[in-house]
């Protein structure tokens, strides 16, 4: 069964930058794209950004050039780069398939606080 591990969050400063990283166990990874979800209390979550197998991005508008998602298929891992953080980015963030019929338990997400 392919799980997935997110890591990388923190409480940080509004401006500040994070870099989160999911890594995948599982041959499913490499084929299929992924995205990096998050939820903030009292939210639904909601897809921020994804990739395809073949590199090609999508974001939300709220962190449309700030954030940035890649991935290393070699290291069945996907990251995502948040620079110029807001308050309103504070939310579990959370790594599964972009796909809904391809979608894999949820890992248990990584926290980020943006505060001063």
């Known amino acids: 069964q392919v799980q997935l591990v997110e890591s990388g969050g923190g409480l940080v400063q509004p401006g500040g930058s994070l870099r989160l990283s999911c890594a995948a166990s599982?041959?499913?990874?490499?084929?299929?794209?992924m995205g990096w979800f998050r939820q903030a209390p009292g939210k639904q979550r909601e897809l921020v950004a994804h990739?395809?197998?073949?590199?090609?991005?999508n974001y939300a508008d709220s962190v449309k050039g700030r954030f940035t998602i890649s991935r290393d298929n070699a290291k069945n891992t996907v990251y995502l780069q948040m620079n110029s953080l807001k308050p309103e980015d504070t939310a579990v963030y959370y790594c599964?398939?972009?796909?809904?019929?391809?979608?894999?338990?949820w890992g248990q997400g990584t926290q980020v606080t943006v505060s001063s």
């Open positions: 990739i395809t197998s073949g590199g090609i991005t």
């Open positions: 599964n398939t972009f796909r809904r019929d391809l979608r894999l338990a």
């Open positions: 599982g041959s499913i990874f490499s084929i299929t794209a």
